[in-house]
Each structure stands twice: as C-alpha cells, then as structure tokens.
C-alpha cells in the first residue's frame, strides 16, 4: 500500500513538474518581433512598388482589378478584386492562385527583391476582409 502511495505522490509531483514546465514556456514565450529593428521584419519600399509593378501589369485589363499591396511584418499583401466569386472548391482556388496568378518563377527581378519575404495574393469580391488567399513559392529560397 506505502509503495503504491509513494508511486502515485511521484506521478502527482511529475505531473506538476511538466504543468509547471509547460506554464513557463507560455510564459516566456513573447513575441521577438514586437521588441526587434521593425525594418529587419517589414518589407522594403522597393518590395513593395516591384509587387505593385508585377501585377499592375497583369491586370491591366479584363475585369480583375489589382488593388494594390501592403507590408505586414515579414511579408507582402497582394490584394485582387474580382466581379465574382470563383465557382470551385477551395483548394482549388488556392492552386489557381498559386499556379497561375502567383508571378512566375522567370521574374527573378522580383523574387531577388523579395529575398526573404512571404508573398501572400488575396482574391475578393467587394469585401477586403473576406479574401481567399495563397502564399506565392520563392524560386529563390527553395
């Protein structure tokens, strides 16, 4: 009976042990970037106009129309809006996107000047809030 009691006290204290161990790590856990060089984590300028020229061109005609995009920290947002919504499942839009509206990998101008950066192209219709969006593959840092 001692033995079986001192087993279950020695599961009790392992069980804290890893509650505890788990805790502080929640704790200790902040987020880098909130205290780092905002410029290491944002996109430059020029990342941002080269995805703006990139599609600007693609969509200069037809009825999808590229709105333009925006930094976030450590990526860009590519934003296009479209008269309706696309009529397939949605892994298959997020294909699409990615095999056909995502800059090809021959526009090494602007994957150089992305580098590091995640390339991320949203499609909506009239709400910005309610995109379907893919994340566009780097030739360069694959």
Same mark, same amino acid.
């Given at each position: 009976?001692?033995?079986?009691?001192?087993?279950?006290?020695?599961?009790?204290?392992?069980?804290?042990?890893?509650?505890?161990?788990?805790?502080?790590? =929640?704790?200790? $856990?902040?987020? %880098?970037?909130? +205290?780092?060089?905002?410029? /290491?984590?944002?996109?430059?300028?020029?990342?941002?106009?080269?995805?703006?020229?990139?599609?600007?061109?693609?969509?200069?005609?037809?009825?999808?129309?590229?709105?333009?995009? =925006?930094?976030? $920290?450590?990526? %860009?947002?590519? +934003?296009?809006?479209?008269? /309706?919504?696309?009529?397939?499942?949605?892994?298959?839009?997020?294909?699409?996107?990615?095999?056909?509206?995502?800059?090809?990998?021959?526009?090494?101008?602007?994957?150089?000047?992305?580098?590091?950066?995640?390339?991320?192209?949203?499609?909506?219709?009239?709400?910005?809030?309610?995109?379907?969006?893919?994340?566009?593959?780097?030739?360069?840092?694959?």
């Amino acid at each position: 009976m001692l033995t079986k009691t001192l087993r279950l006290e020695n599961l009790v204290i392992f069980l804290i042990a890893i509650a505890c161990v788990i805790a502080s790590t =929640q704790l200790l $856990s902040v987020d %880098v970037t909130r +205290y780092a060089k905002k410029s /290491e984590y944002f996109p430059s300028k020029s990342a941002v106009s080269s995805v703006n020229r990139s599609f600007y061109q693609a969509f200069s005609l037809g009825s999808w129309r590229y709105q333009g995009a =925006q930094a976030k $920290s450590g990526g %860009v947002n590519a +934003y296009i809006q479209i008269p /309706e919504k696309l009529d397939m499942e949605l892994d298959i839009q997020h294909q699409y996107l990615r095999r056909v509206i995502c800059p090809n990998s021959n526009n090494l101008d602007l994957w150089h000047e992305l580098r590091n950066t995640k390339l991320l192209v949203h499609i909506y219709t009239t709400n910005k809030q309610k995109t379907v969006s893919a994340m566009c593959e780097n030739p360069l840092s694959a």
